[in-house]
């Protein structure tokens, strides 16, 4: 096995591809958090005076709060006050109208990250909101989408123009005071993605934002709300990276989705911040909320998550079926390799009658990743008929790594019916001998096998994202066999 | 020390019993005493914010200060007799109130080489016997039951199976609880199985009256190399009694152990079963079956921890929730690293009766290892519909056929008795409690 163990080894040394950092001035503030800086930094959004009180409420709760350590990962303290909580490419006050005004080294930035956005804007297909560390630089397809009563913008921009919607949802699914990160979030968020869709429209393109974290020392705290009327559907992606840096970053977003009345969101993550090195240092740290709330009758709401990169995540989109017959999805894989930790699954809330949730997880641990599933499938009383159908599979790729399955059930309908199913095991030694012997080598066998077992959860990503996340799994996986 | 007025009455308690428990003057087991009382003093009873222990709002036995049992045993074997229709077993060892009674147990003609005694009687007498093993494998860190029990520990049962020695007919050990109102048992157990030695236990657990008590009982289970131990416990009390048990069970290479759990009793049971598989090919099997109704709450958290190599661990627990009871299962399985070749499956299955039961179920997998195969399974629902059916176009009725089902899914842990009395013991319990008035396959 000398050969293809040279090969595996020279694969290792293979660096993270998105890792480079675009040189350019910012705008920023101070390290530290205080209630000058979210007046600053609501100052700098120019904000109406709810959202400001709004952030300095979270401010205030969040100082009475703990951070949470029951999660199976394990980091060094964060100090908070020495991050910097607001950063922008510098000469983006008045934000550009079009693309020709956007600053070319930022486009260009995007066309490394493999999102050409000119390209885009020509070659009808996918909308992009590009946000880089802590505002958006550009939104394509905001004419074309306006002409249905789509509305796709960045959050501060929605805050200016449609106050009232942000206003009556913003936290009504994830309120200020829910968790230490999400509470962190409230009130400091800088920018996000703002979709609301009117009803009965369905949005005739795929809606994505692409999150990039440039500036050292800086935390990124996005805040994303969609909201789809009664009988509208959505399809939303999310892209991530963040260059390559010695220190911990800290990245924690809020995710709020809407469902009316039989509408449809669907929401499709392919993860990719910066893993670290393969001595574990770097990285970010990946401490997000999201969560989504079904309204109405036959709401539905899919999540569907491809996890390959930040040394530490920590993240459950979770649904809460309200209405009747609404459906919940959830469709995970998470890579964890060299020192990653994942810790991450989700939480389906049956309350209406006949609400109807699936999970399916995968998890793939190589080097010595640490992933971790964690559920929970609550049925309250008024949930008759419900049913649940959870399935979470782990695939361990060497002897240092773990697996972890905490799943949650807690049933309090007779009428309701819940199966959770887990296993967890390595390549069988004969798979991988039927690959090698027609032919094909160990790193092809593998990266075959890993795909296979990933494929019910690609599946449900939309095609391009689809064969974006096959390519980042085998990239991912590089030098995690042997 | 500063404790809150329950703990400080505990201590005072302690204080005043602590000169007449059995073996006071050995220095090692004061030291373990003692220590215990300090862990009490100092963490007292889990809060309901700690994992595991979040299900109850107020633990029911927080709350109330018990009295520790009284020694007098006001119970004659006639009194017995009425609760123990299948008395079938050769060696009998009864406990009153947490008292070994000499009168009502039978321990004639044991093979050479096993030693079924009082716990107390050994503390006094011989407690190097006990040194090595006592306090081990339960440890003081747990919860502050645990340390509770050691601190107050006095009597139980003391059972050792010599090197090879194989006893073939069963140990039934019945725990009594008479005229208990407002106190606590804290029963102390030790089974040691020496190398390639087998044995059957069975733990009857019984109350005579409708009184409120508290039992808070210790198993520590050491078995060698190829030791085969079978452990049946039955909870049959009272709907007022409160029982907490800790079994903990440390396996030698190729040891095989068996546990079978059955709870039907009690207001609020709690077993926390936990099993280190420590050498090489260990190998254990947990069964549990709980079936409630009215306010009951039985929980059941094991935790098997694999930390040698090709080891084997199943666990089956199903439960029946009726009226407002309320069901928990809670297993973690740990394979450690280096723990290659570990083979795990862990199953739970809740059945829900009523619109007000409820079952949690939290089946948990750490795994540090990579050639493992490790698998569970929960599942919470109703009867089968298509079941029904079937039953139903075959002209059974509707009522008949439920309870049919409800059997059958309850039965399947009977299936895995290999004892006749306690299985026909058991079947017979759950057709008088779920075929009432019917009379199919001469089951009644």
Redesign the interface.
Known sequence: MSGPAEKIRRLIKKKYPAGFVTDIEVDAVPPGLDEDIIRLISAKKNEPRFMLEWRLKAYRHWLTMHEPT?A?VQYDPIDYQDIVYYSAPAGQEARPKSLAEVDPRLLKTYEKLGIPLREQELLAGVAVDAVFDSVSIATTFKDKLSELGIIFCPFSEAVQAHPELVQKYLGTVVPYTDNFFATLNSAVFSDGSFVYVPPGVRCPMELSTYFRINAAKTGQFERTLIIAEEGAYVSYLEGCTAPMRDENQLHAAVVELIALKDSEIKYSTVQNWYPGDEEGRGGIYNFVTKRGACRGDHAKISWTQVETGSAITWKYPSCILEGDNSVGEFYSVALTNNYQQADTGTKMIHIGRNTRSTILSKGISAGHGQNSYRGLVK?L?GAMGARNYTRCD?L???????????????????????????????IGDEQLFYCRQRGLSAEDAVSMIVNGFCKQVFNELPMEFAVEAQRLLSVSLEGAIG | MIGTEIQNGYYQDYRRFENTLPGRKVPWLARLRSEAMERFMAHGFPSSHE?GWKYIDQPPVKRRRFQLAQAECPVSEDDLMPYLPDDHARWRVVLVNGRFAPLLSRLEGLPAGVTVASLATTLEHEPAMLEPYLGRYAGINGHGFGALNTAFMNDGAYIRLGPGAIVREPVHLVYVASGARDSVAHVRNLVVADENSQGTLVETYLSLDEESYFTNVITEVISAQNAHLVHYKLEQESARALHMAGIHIHQGRDSHYTACNVASGGQWVRNDLNVVLDAEGGNCTLNGLYFTAAHQQVEHHTRIDHRAGHGTSRQLYKGVMDDHSRGIFSGRLVVH??A?KSDARQTNN?L???????????????????????????????LDEEALFYLRSRAIDEDHARSLLVYAFASDILQQITLMPVRANLERRLANRFLKGCAIGGLK
């Open positions: 029951w199976q049925v009383k782990s361990l790729l060497g002897d240092k790594c773990g697996a972890h399955t905490f799943p949650h059930i807690d049933v309090h309908n007779p009428t309701a019916t819940v199966e959770h199913e887990a296993t967890t095991s390595k | 994992e690293p280096n290659q809740n829900l009766l009523s619109e007000d039961a409820e079952a949690i179920s939290k089946p948990q997998l750490e795994i540090y290892a990579d050639d493992v195969k490790c698998a569970h399974g929960s599942t919470v629902g109703y």
